[in-house]
């Protein structure tokens, strides 16, 4: 087995090259000088955290959008032996004061924007990007060689972390390994090389945009073109601009991209990979019609743990075929459950005792642990298994569908039903273009809730909703939303997650009209 490279060998490989290594809206670098910078920063924070007091480990937060500085400061924490800490924008004042203390940053960095956002006092020191003092730091260090510290695939680069849907994000410690690994088998994968280009929209503080994006294009030697913010109406002209041929996604970017009016011309592009995970299935195919590209959906998450191999003939909507020791066990006996049943249409009709957890019995796999966080971890890795807090089901072939996840259990009469089979079946509803389902307490254990977002132009119904769900016979009685709200939009994480833990705490106490169901139909209960 080829051992696995660390960032900064992938980075240092790439030095001496002329060809575009970093591509943003503000100008282009070769690879020679994005390894130049690099080791300007590197050197930059070595003397900027040695001049701090303290001996705490050498962890520095960064907040900022994509752009070169970012760029530059994950290859020079790469290259000094440093640790990038991704803080992200969407969290405030305490919440992001936390985050700075969790992961322990000795300081942070960033960009003058976000400056207010760590209020007064964050505990550490903060410099802005273009301030004086990191400015002159970086100005006395241009020119520096790049001079490596001692690293193994194993050893800390990244702290990164979860997008908190379900309660405070915790900081994933990511490797030089596990962040070059991805790239470089995606790389091979694809078959990407210098003379392609990656397109970075996703935010740089997430796993996505680092392990499926930047990582990719430092690995195939190809340029990388950051975005600072994700823009539906922005992707065709950027990849038209910057010449992209791959690009990553999490979540729900290809439905907003779709949202935007066609051109009969949007498929002469140079794209050719588009690569991700959590697409709504109906996105996938329509986004690769449209733009003339391959679209892969896999499956993921910050932690690691599990993968999943989309081989031919892995039928639609799956994640792939299990591979040996991942089981979906039955979170109440910790057996196996049994496979899925379908109906003639395709619809699963087994979901109460088909769904599980997926669960990888040989042991953490490339999950190195959350940062300081022991309890995290002993929840996670338990006797030797791996718990990914995913549900899932499989078909008798062992191909495996995503079903939600631990946190999404809806518990009703003693049963543990998930979400997602009851979401798929809800965007079958022509009017409807979203759904998220999740808990609210009930009498007795939890009511099925289900927030849905109108499509374009349309008006559901309560009466029609009713007579929508009788006509769908995989959608069983206990999986029948009692309560259904309906709003404009659903509220996401930065990363375009749904974060359903913000719609449970409403409940049926909200603006937005909500239905509830009488045993025969919907009425409204509250708003218009």
């Not at 995606?186 to 397109?199: E, H, I, K, M």
């Not at 699963?348 to 088909?354: G, K, S, T, Y």
């Not at 389902?437 to 289900?450: E, I, K, T």
């Amino acid at each position: 087995m080829t051992p696995v490279p660390t960032v900064a060998e992938l980075l240092l490989a790439q030095a001496g090259r002329t060809d575009p290594g970093l591509k943003t809206h503000d100008g282009t670098w070769t690879w020679d000088e994005v390894v130049a910078e690099s080791a300007t920063r590197g050197a930059a924070l070595r003397e900027l955290l040695r001049s701090r007091p303290g001996d705490g480990p050498p962890h520095v937060g960064i907040l900022a959008d994509n752009g070169p500085e970012f760029a530059f400061l994950l290859g020079g924490c790469a290259l000094a032996g440093s640790v990038l800490v991704g803080l992200n924008p969407t969290r405030r004042g305490p919440a992001l004061a936390r985050d700075v203390r969790v992961s322990d940053c000795r300081v942070v960095l960033t960009q003058p924007s976000y400056r207010p956002l760590l209020g007064d006092d964050p505990g550490v020191p903060v410099l802005e990007l273009d301030g004086p003092e990191w400015t002159e730091l970086v100005a006395g260090h241009a020119g520096t060689s790049a001079d490596p510290a001692a690293a193994a695939a194993d050893d800390l680069l990244m702290l990164i972390f979860t997008s908190g849907t379900s309660g405070d994000p915790k900081p994933v410690r990511c490797t030089h390994g596990k962040i070059a690994g991805p790239g470089r088998m995606l790389a091979d994968r694809f078959g990407l090389s210098p003379t392609d280009t990656v397109y970075v929209a996703m935010p740089m503080f997430h796993s996505n945009a680092v392990m499926a994006g930047w990582a990719v294009g430092l690995a195939a030697g190809a340029a990388v073109a950051l975005r600072d913010r994700f823009s539906a109406s922005g992707f065709l002209p950027d990849v038209r601009r910057f010449g992209a041929t791959y690009a990553d996604y999490v979540g729900t970017p290809l439905s907003y991209v779709l949202a935007t009016p066609p051109r009969p011309d949007d498929a002469d592009n140079p794209l050719r990979i588009v690569y991700g995970n959590e697409g709504a299935e109906a996105d996938l195919a329509a986004f690769a019609d449209r733009f003339g590209c391959h679209v892969v959906d896999a499956y993921g998450s910050t932690e690691g743990g599990i993968g999943f191999a989309r081989t031919p003939g892995t039928p639609p909507g799956s994640l792939g075929r299990l591979t040996d020791g991942v089981h979906i066990l039955d979170p109440d006996t910790g057996r196996s459950c049994p496979p899925a049943e379908f109906g003639q249409d395709g619809q699963l009709r087994n979901a109460d005792a088909a769904v599980g957890e997926l669960v990888n019995l040989a042991g953490p796999g490339s999950f190195a642990g959350y940062y300081n966080d022991p309890a995290a971890n002993a929840d996670r890795v338990r006797d030797g298994r791996y718990h990914t807090g995913d549900l899932a089901y499989a078909d008798a072939d062992g191909f495996a569908y995503f079903a939600g996840r631990t946190a999404d259990w809806v518990r009703v009469d003693g049963e543990n039903l998930g979400t997602a089979p009851i979401e798929r079946i809800l965007v079958r509803h022509p009017a409807i273009a979203e759904a998220a389902v999740y808990a609210v307490p009930g009498n007795v254990g939890d009511d099925v809730m289900a927030a849905i977002v109108p499509a374009d132009g349309a008006e559901p119904d309560p009466g029609g909703f009713a007579e929508f769900l009788d006509r769908q016979d995989d959608l069983g009685p206990k999986q029948r939303p009692r309560y259904v709200r309906v709003t404009r939009e659903l509220p996401r994480t930065a990363t375009f997650k749904v974060i359903k833990r913000r719609l449970a705490a409403d409940g049926t106490t909200c603006a937005d009209p909500v239905w509830e169901h009488t045993g025969a139909t919907y009425r409204i209960v509250t708003g218009s």
